[in-house]
């Protein structure tokens, strides 16, 4: 069993920054790529940004690109997505999630949220304009 914990969310002014932790209670963080979603109210989750297992890819939806970055600390366990330059179109509810299957160097980073199998419960982020 897999349980991912987030936090760091808040509320902010448009243009402000917030850093979101997720630490992830399991032996095998290392071997997996790992995600961060967020939900609007109303609309679909949608993809945020997802990083490998070692921090040596990473890949961001084109409305984050250029403001929001994924790391990762293997030796802790966790997962941060730093956001800047934020926006009221950010305000939702951002999870991280486990990808399902440990992916090779070849293989691609994924946006689609099937390919991710362990959910946290989500840390609500507003910023107000």
């Known amino acids: 069993q897999v349980e991912l914990v987030e936090s760091g969310g808040g509320l902010v002014q448009a243009g402000g920054f917030l850093r979101l932790s997720c630490v992830a209670y399991t032996r095998t963080f290392n071997n997996y790529a790992m995600g961060w979603f967020r939900q609007a109210p109303g609309k679909e989750r949608e993809f945020v940004a997802a990083?490998?297992?070692?921090?040596?890819?990473?890949m961001y939806d084109d409305s984050v690109k250029g403001r929001f970055t994924i790391s990762r600390n293997n030796a802790q366990n966790t997962v941060f997505l730093q956001m800047g330059s934020l926006r009221p179109e950010d305000t939702a509810v951002y999870y991280c999630a486990r990808r399902r299957e440990i992916i090779t160097p070849t293989m691609p980073l994924s946006a689609d949220a099937t390919e991710y199998d362990y959910w946290g419960q989500g840390t609500q982020v507003t910023v107000s304009a």
């Open positions: 990083i490998d297992w070692n921090g040596g890819r990473t």
